[in-house]
């Protein structure tokens, strides 16, 4: 029978997450992967909410909820979730693509200078962020055009 | 194997909700740039027209399911991370489970009721 998980030795707990060292780019995406996150889940319950509990309760409550939710301060929220949206799905493709074993490449000799996985990925990674800023640029025209929606 | 098959699952969730989230978001938050967003849709009338059609409905609750499951289940590894006694483990496991399954239940009988109701 197992005894016991003890926590692991050297955790530098939630401090880590944004220096533990000489981070590279990818780790600041796992940085950016993780906090976007937790926002879109935060907003997920919110939304949820939202759209079960007032909208159970008839056409008033509703259209009081929207023009409550109708000012700046939820107009800049809701564009907030949207490029968390966007970073945190372009990335996760990234995370799983890769996690799947894709476009990594065949295994190879080790020949000095060493070139880890994630360097060879660099290409890859160029190309998710350059969709995650176009993806960003889509929602903030579409904000300028009118409004979040 | 249970393990695997849950972070398959996971990944799975991912994709899923990365299609019906981009489904969901083209047509109700890009209403300002693409034809196919509606004019108003957060107004009652949009709202209750939407809730009407069976594809919706259906779009909702898959939306839900995968949203909930990659959620909670990304939010017990960073809770595990931080903690991790074979205890917490478990109470983490069964909080997840129950007030996944208790939203999931809530979050789908309202737009079922909209429909059928």
Redesign the interface.
């Known amino acids: 029978m197992q005894t016991g998980i003890k926590p692991l030795p050297n955790q530098l707990g939630v401090g880590g997450w944004f220096w533990a060292g000489n981070y590279k780019m990818e780790r600041y995406f796992y940085i950016l992967h993780r906090v976007t996150g937790i926002g879109l889940l935060l907003f997920a319950f919110f939304h949820l909410f939202e759209t079960t509990v007032f909208r159970t309760q008839g056409q008033s409550v509703w259209e009081m909820t929207m023009r409550f939710l109708d000012n700046p301060l939820f107009e800049a929220g809701l564009i907030l979730v949207s490029l968390a949206f966007a970073i945190h799905s372009l990335n996760g493709l990234r995370l799983i693509i890769q996690e799947l074993g894709f476009l990594i490449g065949k295994p190879q000799r080790p020949v000095y200078p060493f070139s880890d996985a994630m360097r060879r990925k660099r290409g890859v990674t160029m190309i998710f962020m350059v969709l995650i800023f176009l993806l960003m640029a889509v929602f903030i025209v579409n904000l300028l055009i009118g409004g979040a929606g | 194997m249970l393990k695997t098959r849950m972070h398959l699952l996971f990944?799975l969730s991912?994709?899923g909700?990365?299609i019906f989230?981009?489904i969901h978001?083209t047509v109700?938050?890009?209403?300002?740039?693409l034809i196919t967003?509606e004019a108003d849709?957060?107004?009652?009338s949009s709202?209750i027209g939407r809730a009407a059609r069976e594809s919706w409905v259906v779009i909702y609750i898959l939306l839900?399911f995968f949203?909930l499951y990659h959620?909670?289940y990304?939010?017990r590894g960073?809770i595990l991370e931080?903690?991790?006694?074979?205890?917490t483990?478990r109470v983490v496991n069964w909080i997840f489970v129950i007030c996944g399954i208790a939203?999931f239940i809530?979050?789908s009988y309202?737009p079922i009721?909209?429909a059928y109701g």
């Not at chain 2, 109700?28 to 740039?33: E, G, M, R, S």
């Not at chain 2, 931080?82 to 205890?87: K, P, Q, Y």
């Open positions: 990944l991912g994709i909700i990365a989230l981009g978001m109700q938050h890009l209403n300002n740039l967003g849709p957060t107004s009652w709202m839900l949203g959620g909670l990304g939010l960073i931080v903690t991790r006694t074979e205890r483990i939203i809530w979050a309202v009721a909209l």
